[in-house]
């Protein structure tokens, strides 16, 4: 998030495993711990690394008897590599883990029941509702969140008003939106959009879904949508594709990585995602970003965002060190100095008492999105819906054809019968 005191890197060691890019902390507060380590782990970019291993030398600083090591990767680096530490027994004693992959991770058995250290060891006494009934099953307590989040649009405000576009975000549908990415486009000249392609993105597809009272999955066990969703969907996208509302998917295909996204690039006036990477943007920008809820129908009686955990701590069913875990996972949503150092790297706070202490000393980004998330729980869905086991898979899945449709290889009709016919056989 903002930018703060970045490690030496001469106090890390740098290792290359199986395609991933791993780091361990040399930390000198570990020198002095006594007892076996305890491994730490998580994904994200270069500002998460650097806050999670400041709060870390905290919890060590605090906690001398527990030493702990700390690996961490990209998101996509680290997915490669968690399914191959699980299997050969050696996977991080506490991680993040993303509802993304979560629940394949829990059917499997695959992960260590907290119950046991909730109310003793880790208290979730302030958190926000589902932040711990997302991780709950039956009785059972697989993963604690460590965030709130929702979808967020993001604009640079020197092209809206530029454009003379600002105006519509203050009741903006689909239909306006369309408009408006179009307007911006065509605005920036040869080789420029209004948005990101957000076509192949399920948290938005999410929210396009619950405005029409609908969801992406149902009871758990099969689609919540219609093939008719998902071709109106998948059109909408092409339709702003064709007239330079969004980049065309080879621009798109370039685009991985806060520093490779249109907006930063200066190829688009707008991108959508995750409401902290406001301040992941800004840092990387020299214009000022503002943050906005995304298209609602017009008549809608909410607009369909959800606030809800994401990314979770969890600890694997098979490590020794589960006791040793479950207070570093309480340091980490409780410590008010950890709170502050953490920011909203991992996304929006998991509760009152972390949004009070975050708000004493945000910066300008980080209190827009303080105060959007403050906002938006008034017209936001009060569900906190589960992504089921196979959602990694399908959002790769949605991610690839609407990349298609976008080449003109298939159209959206066809596109949404290979969805479903997939979909079938990821979900059983």
Same mark, same amino acid.
């Given at each position: 998030m903002t930018n703060g005191p970045i490690m030496d890197r001469r106090s890390a060691i740098k290792l290359s495993i199986g395609g991933a890019t791993a780091l361990w902390l040399g930390s000198a507060a570990g020198a002095f711990a006594q007892g076996a380590p305890i491994k730490a782990a998580w994904y994200g970019g270069q500002d998460t690394h650097d806050r999670m291993q400041r709060a870390l030398a905290l919890f060590t600083e605090k906690n001398p008897e527990i030493p702990v090591t700390v690996e961490f990767?990209?998101?996509?680096?680290f997915y490669d590599r968690l399914p191959v530490q699980y299997s050969g027994g050696?996977?991080?004693?506490?991680?993040?883990?993303?509802?993304?992959?979560?629940?394949?991770y829990i059917e499997r058995g695959q992960l260590a029941d907290l119950t046991p250290? #909730? @109310?003793? +060891?880790?208290? =979730?006494?302030?958190?926000?509702?589902?932040?711990?009934? #997302? @991780?709950? +099953?039956?009785? =059972?307590v697989n993963a604690i969140g460590n965030n709130q989040i929702a979808v967020a649009l993001f604009y640079n405000q020197a092209k809206l008003d530029a454009a003379g576009v600002m105006s519509s975000l203050e009741s903006l549908t689909w239909d306006s939106f369309r408009e408006m990415a179009i307007a911006l486009g065509q605005a920036g000249g040869e080789q420029h959009y209004g948005v990101s392609d957000s076509g192949g993105f399920a948290g938005l597809f999410e929210v396009f879904l619950t405005q029409r009272g609908k969801s992406l999955y149902h009871a758990e066990s099969g689609l919540g949508f219609e093939k008719a969703d998902l071709i109106e969907w998948l059109a909408?996208?092409?339709s702003l594709r064709a007239e330079r509302g969004a980049p065309p998917p080879a621009v798109t295909a370039e685009s991985a990585g806060f520093q490779n996204a249109p907006m930063v690039r200066d190829l688009a006036?707008?991108?959508?995602?995750?409401?902290?990477?406001?301040?992941?943007?800004?840092?990387?920008?020299?214009?000022?970003?503002?943050?906005?809820?995304?298209?609602?129908?017009a008549d809608g009686a909410n607009n369909g965002h959800l606030i809800r955990a994401l990314d979770f701590w969890v600890c694997p069913a098979k490590s020794s060190n589960v006791e040793q875990s479950a207070k570093l996972i309480n340091f980490l949503l409780n410590d008010e100095e950890a709170i502050a150092t953490l920011g909203l790297t991992l996304g929006g706070p998991a509760s009152d008492k972390a949004a009070a202490i975050l708000a004493e000393t945000a910066d300008a980004p980080s209190t827009k999105v303080l105060q959007y998330l403050d906002n938006l729980r008034a017209v936001a869905s009060p569900d906190t819906p589960r992504w089921i086991r196979g959602h990694g898979e399908l959002e790769s899945l949605l991610g690839r054809l609407n990349g298609e449709v976008g080449f003109e290889r298939t159209t959206p009709e066809a596109a949404a019968d290979a969805y479903f016919d997939e979909a079938s056989f990821v979900l059983g």
């Open positions: 990767a990209p998101f996509a680096d050696g996977a991080p004693d506490m991680h993040r883990h993303s509802m993304t992959y979560l629940f394949d250290f #909730i @109310g003793s +060891t880790i208290d =979730t006494s302030s958190l926000y509702p589902g932040v711990v009934e #997302i @991780g709950t +099953t039956g009785e =059972t909408y996208w092409q006036a707008m991108q959508i995602g995750w409401n902290q990477q406001l301040v992941f943007y800004q840092a990387l920008m020299t214009e000022e970003l503002g943050i906005n809820a995304c298209p609602s129908l």
